[in-house]
């Protein structure tokens, strides 16, 4: 019966009270939105009903179910319904409990939010609010927000922000605008924080237009860091320099090789140091591509030095083409100089491949005499 009841299987429920005789033991078919199977469970199980059901459907959003409950049922709610249904960001709950149910909750009954507040600035006039300002709420809803403010200042106050933590946290852009009307006001830059973390342009794009400073001045780098590249280009074009070759490294330590190509096409110059320690420390080969044949000659060379990267330089000798003469004669020069192991490996790795055979003349001459033997 229990499963059935999860599963809101009205018929199921029915045969199984019917012909099994089997009982139910919880009420969770309110927090999944079937009136129907609350109204046979109010016939058949009226004393399952508890306070907690009433939280359930408020916690995930079924305003029709916390309507029915207040109507039909006498157990109401318990003391974190508004809170849990803010915290969702169910705004219709939240209403409909400030104005059905509000003297119910005590003052502790919404945790504090620290980052984000609402302010609560409601016209002095009956007015209240212009009526472009309030498109997404009804003069009755904004009437009875209106008192239930008056008569409980802190509480109102603290649902109505948690909503906007909510909102902030999952770039719920609509919810934010409902509530700017009533006044925001950003504690600390943690959501812009957040925004940035997550990539979330659009939610950007909403601080700004609503004239939110952006100004942590790290917020580059951490879009950086997140490896959050849309984020990085939006601010980018909202007053944040790239200034410094370190956001490059920090791409490299995050392997984020779409992050880096846009850092060197839009950052200082890349010079050979930081292409070396990029190649080097965090075998981002990739970033022989950006650089010119002479540095590129040069991590050649130098990364013969270390075993543990000759497959990143023969990702470089396979995947980038050397023109210049005097490129191809260092490189071979340096391969066949290096130790005979390191040699060895290069020619047994790269002596097939076509564009690598200028490495290698010696080998091609011996296939060739060897050929022209009877």
Same mark, same amino acid.
């Given at each position: +019966?229990?499963?059935?009841?999860?599963?809101?299987?009205?018929?199921?429920?029915?045969?199984?009270?019917?012909?099994?005789?089997?009982?139910?033991? &919880?009420?969770?078919?309110?927090?999944?939105?079937?009136?129907?199977?609350? *109204?046979?469970?109010?016939?058949?199980?009226?004393?399952?009903?508890?306070?907690?059901?009433?939280?359930?459907?408020?916690?995930?959003?079924?305003?029709?179910?916390?309507?029915? $409950?207040?109507?039909?049922?006498?157990?109401?709610?318990?003391?974190?319904? /508004?809170?849990?249904?803010?915290?969702?960001?169910? !705004?219709?709950?939240?209403?409909?409990?400030?104005?059905?149910?509000?003297?119910?909750?005590? %003052?502790?009954?919404?945790?504090?939010?620290?980052?984000?507040?609402?302010?609560? !600035?409601?016209?002095?006039?009956?007015? !209240?609010?212009?009526?472009?300002?309030?498109?997404?709420?009804?003069?009755?809803?904004?009437?009875?927000?209106?008192?239930?403010?008056?008569?409980?200042?802190?509480?109102?106050?603290?649902?109505?922000?948690?909503?906007?933590?909510?909102?902030?946290?999952?770039?719920?852009?609509? !919810?934010?605008?409902?509530?700017?009307?009533?006044?925001?006001?950003?504690?600390?830059?943690?959501?812009?924080?957040?925004?940035? %973390?997550?990539?979330?342009? *659009?939610?950007?794009?909403?601080?700004?237009?609503?004239?939110?400073?952006?100004?942590?001045? &790290?917020?580059?780098?951490?879009?950086?860091?997140?490896?959050?590249?849309?984020?990085?280009?939006?601010?980018?074009?909202?007053?944040? *320099?790239?200034?410094?070759?370190?956001?490059?490294?920090?791409?490299?330590?995050?392997?984020?090789?779409?992050? +880096?190509?846009?850092?060197?096409?839009?950052?200082?110059?890349?010079?050979?140091?930081?292409? /070396?320690?990029?190649? +080097?420390?965090?075998?981002?080969?990739?970033?022989? $591509?950006?650089?010119?044949?002479?540095?590129?000659?040069?991590?050649?060379?130098?990364?013969?030095?270390?075993?543990?990267?000759?497959?990143?330089?023969?990702?470089?000798?396979?995947?980038?083409?050397?023109? &210049?003469?005097? %490129?191809?004669?260092?490189?071979?020069?340096?391969?066949?100089?290096?130790?005979?192991?390191?040699?060895?490996?290069?020619?047994?790795?790269? %002596?097939?491949?076509?564009?690598?055979?200028?490495?290698?003349?010696?080998?091609?001459?011996?296939?060739?005499? /060897?050929?022209? /033997?009877?």
């Amino acid at each position: +019966m229990d499963d059935a009841a999860r599963s809101a299987c009205l018929d199921v429920i029915k045969w199984l009270h019917k012909y099994r005789g089997e009982r139910c033991t &919880d009420m969770r078919p309110a927090s999944y939105g079937n009136l129907e199977v609350v *109204k046979w469970f109010h016939v058949h199980y009226p004393n399952l009903f508890t306070p907690n059901v009433m939280e359930a459907a408020a916690e995930s959003g079924q305003l029709h179910i916390v309507r029915w $409950l207040h109507e039909n049922r006498g157990e109401g709610c318990t003391t974190l319904t /508004m809170d849990v249904a803010a915290r969702n960001g169910h !705004l219709d709950v939240v209403l409909y409990l400030l104005e059905h149910k509000g003297e119910d909750f005590p %003052s502790y009954a919404t945790t504090s939010v620290q980052n984000i507040e609402v302010q609560c !600035l409601f016209a002095t006039s009956d007015t !209240l609010l212009q009526k472009h300002q309030r498109s997404h709420v009804s003069d009755d809803q904004l009437i009875t927000l209106q008192s239930a403010y008056e008569r409980r200042r802190a509480f109102v106050k603290g649902c109505l922000s948690r909503l906007a933590e909510f909102a902030v946290r999952v770039g719920n852009i609509e !919810l934010l605008d409902w509530l700017n009307q009533l006044g925001l006001e950003l504690h600390t830059t943690v959501p812009i924080r957040n925004a940035v %973390s997550q990539g979330n342009v *659009k939610l950007l794009e909403w601080f700004h237009w609503n004239q939110f400073e952006l100004n942590d001045p &790290d917020l580059l780098q951490l879009a950086v860091q997140e490896k959050q590249l849309d984020a990085a280009r939006w601010l980018s074009k909202h007053g944040f *320099k790239i200034t410094s070759l370190s956001l490059l490294e920090e791409a490299g330590r995050k392997r984020a090789v779409p992050m +880096m190509r846009w850092l060197v096409e839009h950052g200082p110059p890349l010079n050979f140091e930081t292409a /070396m320690k990029l190649t +080097m420390e965090y075998r981002q080969v990739e970033i022989a $591509l950006w650089v010119s044949e002479t540095d590129r000659v040069q991590i050649v060379i130098e990364a013969l030095q270390d075993k543990s990267i000759q497959n990143e330089v023969a990702w470089i000798l396979t995947r980038t083409r050397f023109e &210049d003469p005097s %490129s191809k004669r260092r490189i071979r020069d340096a391969i066949q100089h290096a130790p005979e192991s390191t040699a060895l490996w290069f020619e047994d790795h790269l %002596s097939d491949f076509e564009e690598c055979k200028w490495i290698f003349p010696s080998r091609k001459r011996r296939h060739s005499e /060897m050929e022209l /033997m009877p």
